[in-house]
Nanobody, 117 residues
Framework: QVQLVESGGGLVQAGGSLRLSCAAS????????MGWYRQAPGKQRDLVAM???????NYADSVKGRFTISRDNAKNTVYLQMNNLKPEDTAVYYC???????????WGQGTQVTVSS
């Protein structure tokens, strides 16, 4: 079982920046991916960015050039640097962990990001 603890959400004005963190603990495996999804009210949960343990990345088109995902494998922590935030980035951001060895996925509890215009 993997536990995910998120931090870093909040309220920011359009054009501002925030940095999200997600620390994983428990049944960490060597072949995995960590990253972020987001869900706005009344909408489905969508990919924001994911990064594998071999540093391959995948970004949603809407955040390319503005958001950067990184990870510290020694700390089992993934980060999302969000720059030039827009009101449409407002959502609950969920940390996501994929265990490729055992075929399991895990979600964090979510952290609210609100961007005011």
């Amino acid at each position: 079982q993997v536990q995910l603890v998120e931090s870093g959400g909040g309220l920011v004005q359009a054009g501002g920046s925030l940095r999200l963190s997600c620390a994983a603990s428990g049944g960490i495996v060597s072949i995995n991916a960590m990253g972020w999804y987001r869900q706005a009210p009344g909408k489905q949960r969508d990919l924001v960015a994911m990064m594998t343990s071999t540093s391959n990345t995948n970004y949603a088109d809407s955040v390319k050039g503005r958001f950067t995902i990184s990870r510290d494998n020694a700390k089992n922590t993934v980060y999302l640097q969000m720059n030039n935030l827009k009101p449409e980035d407002t959502a609950v951001y969920y940390c996501h962990y994929i265990d490729y060895i055992n075929g399991r996925t895990y979600w964090g509890q979510g952290t609210q990001v609100t961007v005011s215009s």
